[in-house]
C-alpha cells in the first residue's frame, strides 16, 4: 500500500512561488509503519492517475477555491480502488460535501497532526471512521515538516509555520473560526530546526506562513491592565516576548536569508517589534488593509485599522523600520463608490506599499460574509448549471459568477473592470521599476520585477480574468516568468549549517561550566 498526499490545482506552472506547507506536514504525521508518502503538488504538475494503484490511500486537501479540483480527483481515485481521505479548510467546514460529491470513505477535520495518523491506523484494521475530529492540536503538537521529500527546483520560497490562529475576528476572514482566536505558538527551537534544514537545502526566502505573526498586540496588554486581569496580562506578555526571542534567534542566521510573514496593522503602533524584525531580516509582511475610508472598515468588522491620511502614516511606518509591505485591498464593499478604485491605488502608491494585491469582495465559506449572504437568500436561492449559487464553488469556473453580492451603485462586471485597472496600472512596468529601487542592488531589482510580473500573472487565473483566452496568456507568461524567477531566489546550499542555540541554553552551559569549575576548585 502506497500512501499519496494531493494539493489540488486547476493550473500548473511547473515551479511554484510558497511550498504548500500542509503536503509536508502530513508526510511527518505519516506512521513510519506506512513508508514514504508520495507528494503532488498540481501547482507544479498535473496529477497522473495511473500512479495510483487499488489499495492505495489517497490524502486530499482543500480550500474552498480549489475544492471542485479536488472533488474530481476524490472520485477518479476511488474509481481506481484507492482509499480516499480529504481533509483541510474545506473539508473542516463542510466533511459531508466531501463524502457525498468527492468519493470520499473518511473526512479529517480540524489540525491533521495527530488525526491522520489515526485515520490511517484505522482504516489499516479495518476500523475506518467516516469523520475524524481533529481539532485544535497545543503547539508541542505541531509538526515539522519533512523538507526533505521537496522535488528539487520546484519552489521559490519555503515556509515554516511559528503560530496558529488570529485574536480578531474580521468578517471576511475564517481563520479566527477554524484555527481559533487563541494564538497556539510553537517554541523556537522547532521552528529554527526547521529554517537551518530549508537553509541547508539552499533556500534563504522563507515565507512565516502564520495567521498572524503579531498575536499580542500592546492595546490587548493595556486592555488587560486596565481590568485588572494579572493573569491575562502575564500570559500576553509571555506571548511577547516569545515573539521577540524567536526573532533575536532568527538574526543569528546568515545574512542572506530573508523572511516575510502575515501580520495586522497594529504592530505599526509598535516600534519595538518593527526594529526586531528588521534586525531578524523580516522585510515583508502581508497587512490587511481591506479598505481605505472609515466606513469601509466599518463594514467588514476591521475599525481598528486607520483610514485616510492616518492609514498612510501607518503604512509608512513599516517601511521607516525595514519591513516592506504587501497591502492587501477589498473592492466591491457596500460603501466603495466609483472613485474607490484610483484612491485606493493613489493611497497604496503615496504610502509607499512595495507590492499590493486588489481582490474583489467574496463571501469565503466559514466567514460571517458568507452567513449573512446566505441568509440574505432565505429559501429562494438561484442555481446556476443546477448548482445553488450558495455553494459556487462547485459552479465550473467557466459559468461561475465573479461577484455574488450585489452593490448599490455599481455593477458586477463594472467592479470587475475597476479592479483589473488597478492592477494594470499598479504593475505597470514604469511603477514596478520604481517601486524596486527599495533594493539595494541591479540583481535584486531584476528578481523585483519578474516576481512583480508573475504576481500579477498568476492572479488573473483568480477570478478577475474573463475569458479563458486571457487566462490561458497569464498561464504561459507566469510559466515563463517562474523559472528565472526561482534562480534568482535561489542560492547554494550550507550542508554544515548549525542551529543558532537560544540564550538560555547558552546561559545554562556556561553556569553548567562554571558550577563544575566550582566542585573541582572545591
Known amino acids: 500500500m502506497q500512501v499519496h498526499l494531493v494539493n489540488p490545482s486547476d493550473s500548473s506552472f511547473g515551479t511554484a512561488v510558497i511550498t504548500p506547507r500542509w503536503l509536508y506536514v502530513l508526510a511527518a504525521a505519516t506512521p513510519a509503519s506506512f513508508g514514504v508518502p508520495r507528494i503532488c503538488d498540481e501547482t507544479l504538475a498535473r496529477l497522473d492517475p495511473a500512479e495510483v494503484q487499488a489499495g492505495d490511500v489517497v490524502g ?9 479540483r479536488g472533488y474530481e480527483i476524490g472520485r477518479m481515485l476511488r474509481a481506481r480502488g484507492a482509499w480516499v481521505i480529504f481533509g483541510g479548510i474545506h473539508a473542516t467546514l463542510y466533511p459531508q460535501e466531501a463524502l457525498d460529491l468527492g468519493g470520499a470513505h473518511s473526512v479529517v477535520r480540524g489540525d491533521g497532526d495527530v488525526a491522520w495518523g489515526q485515520a490511517l491506523r484505522d482504516h489499516a484494521i479495518g476500523a475506518a471512521q467516516k469523520v475524524y475530529e481533529g481539532g485544535r492540536v497545543e503547539a508541542d503538537q505541531f509538526k515539522a515538516a519533512r523538507w526533505d521529500l521537496l522535488p528539487k527546483d520546484s519552489y521559490m520560497w519555503a515556509s515554516v509555520q511559528t503560530v496558529r490562529g488570529c485574536a480578531k475576528h474580521c468578517s471576511f476572514c475564517s481563520v479566527w473560526r477554524t484555527d481559533g482566536q487563541r494564538p497556539r505558538q510553537r517554541a523556537s527551537d522547532p521552528v529554527l530546526e526547521e529554517i537551518v534544514a530549508l537553509r541547508r537545502l539552499g533556500f534563504r526566502f522563507i515565507a512565516l506562513a502564520d495567521d498572524n505573526f503579531y498575536p499580542v498586540s500592546l492595546t490587548d496588554i493595556e486592555l488587560a491592565e486596565r481590568q485588572g486581569n494579572r493573569h491575562r496580562v502575564d500570559e500576553l506578555q509571555s506571548i511577547r516576548n516569545d515573539r521577540f526571542e524567536l526573532m533575536e534567534r532568527l538574526a543569528e542566521l546568515p545574512k542572506d536569508m530573508v523572511f516575510y510573514t502575515q501580520i495586522t496593522m497594529e504592530a505599526a503602533e509598535d516600534p519595538l517589534f518593527l526594529d526586531a524584525m528588521r534586525k531578524a531580516n523580516i522585510k515583508g509582511a502581508l497587512v490587511g488593509v481591506e479598505a481605505v475610508t472609515a466606513e469601509g472598515l466599518k463594514a467588514v468588522y476591521k475599525d481598528f485599522n486607520c483610514s485616510g491620511e492616518s492609514l498612510v502614516r501607518q503604512l509608512q511606518r513599516f517601511r521607516d523600520h525595514g519591513v516592506h509591505v504587501l497591502g492587501s485591498f477589498i473592492f466591491g464593499l457596500p460603501t466603495d463608490r466609483e472613485d474607490t478604485f484610483q484612491a485606493t491605488q493613489e493611497l497604496a502608491e503615496k504610502a509607499g506599499v512595495t507590492f499590493a494585491q486588489f481582490v474583489m469582495l467574496t463571501p469565503f465559506a466559514g466567514t460571517v460574509d458568507f452567513e449573512r449572504w446566505e441568509k440574505s437568500y432565505g429559501e429562494d436561492v438561484p442555481t446556476i448549471s443546477g448548482v445553488p449559487l450558495t ?28 479592479t483589473q485597472g488597478v492592477w494594470d496600472r499598479f504593475y505597470s512596468l514604469g511603477r514596478i521599476w520604481k517601486r524596486s529601487s527599495c533594493t539595494p542592488t541591479l540583481r535584486a531589482r531584476l528578481a523585483f520585477v519578474l516576481l512583480s510580473k508573475l504576481y500579477r500573472q498568476m492572479y488573473a487565473t483568480t477570478g478577475i480574468a474573463t475569458d479563458s483566452a486571457r487566462r490561458k496568456r497569464a498561464n504561459g507568461w507566469a510559466r515563463w516568468l517562474a523559472v528565472p524567477c526561482r534562480r534568482l531566489f535561489h542560492t547554494s546550499p550550507m550542508p554544515d549549517l548549525q542551529v543558532p542555540r537560544s540564550k538560555m541554553a547558552v546561559a545554562s552551559a556556561v553556569g553548567g561550566r562554571s558550577a563544575s569549575a566550582f566542585n573541582v576548585l572545591g
Not at 486530499?60 to 471542485?68: E, F, K, Q, W
Not at 465550473?396 to 475597476?418: G, L, N, Q, S, Y
Open 60 to 68: 486530499i486537501g482543500i480550500h474552498t477555491s480549489n475544492a471542485l
Open 391 to 418: 455553494r459556487y464553488w462547485l459552479i465550473p469556473p467557466k459559468v461561475r459568477p465573479k461577484m455574488f453580492t450585489p452593490h448599490p451603485t455599481m455593477t458586477a462586471d463594472e467592479i470587475r473592470r475597476r
